[in-house]
T-cell receptor
């Protein structure tokens, strides 16, 4: 079982700031990476996926992948209180995803 | 499209009882998955299926069984429920890589 590590947090940022969430993975051969957001009591919802080294932007969200260093990060610009949630990093392993335990993000207004 | 649906939303079982958690998807996805999530923890894969008639164990399969007779449905069976199976259960489906989750079933075993 490959490992995916995330800092559990909570990560607290003021409204309007940039939130930076990080994830490291153990399998150097991993090719596909996903970020999910999970509100308390709800199911995970897909925010972004990234396959290639570098940055991928979608609105206020940017995913960054560095395969040589085996980490993937998620930046949230102009953070809003509605972004407060647990963010799960997932790494593809064959037909499955391996999930990290998640980072709790709190955006303070 | 309803997406991924799960029933029931909540259930309380007594130790030793059995039940089936239902999962259905209307997106014609080949891949389906069952996870459990304990408080403050990540998702642990129980079983998955890559198509009708094909299932395989995940990380924590003990105490559970699955079947996949159609593309749409992927029920999870709990036999002889134990307190350790108290958790939130999520079903997900996928066309290939990204997975889409159902709303979950909150199960308590007393």
């Amino acid at each position: 079982q490959k490992e995916v590590e995330q800092n559990s947090g909570p990560l607290s940022v003021p409204e309007g700031a940039i939130a930076s969430l990080n994830c490291t993975y153990s399998d150097r051969g991993s090719q596909s990476f996903f970020w999910y957001r999970q509100y308390s009591g709800k199911s995970p919802e897909l925010i972004m996926f990234i396959y290639s080294n570098g940055d991928k932007e979608d609105g206020r969200f940017t995913a960054q992948l560095n395969k040589a260093s085996q980490y993937v990060s998620l930046l949230i610009r102009d953070s809003q209180p509605s972004d407060s949630a647990t963010y799960l990093c997932a790494v593809q392993e064959g037909n499955k995803l391996v999930f990290g335990a998640g980072t709790i993000l709190r955006v303070k207004s | 499209n309803a997406g991924v649906t799960q029933t029931p939303k909540f259930r309380i079982l007594k130790i030793g009882q059995s039940m089936t958690l239902q999962c259905a998807q209307d997106m014609n996805h080949n891949y389906m998955y069952w996870y459990r999530q304990d408080p403050g923890m990540g998702l642990k894969l129980i079983y998955y299926s890559v198509g009708a008639g094909i299932t395989d164990k995940g990380e924590v399969p003990n105490g559970y069984n699955v079947s996949r007779s159609t593309t749409e449905d992927f029920p999870l069976r709990l036999e002889l429920a134990a307190p350790s199976q108290t958790s939130v259960y999520f079903c997900a489906s996928s066309p290939r890589d990204e997975q889409f989750f159902g709303p979950g079933t909150r199960l308590t075993v007393l």
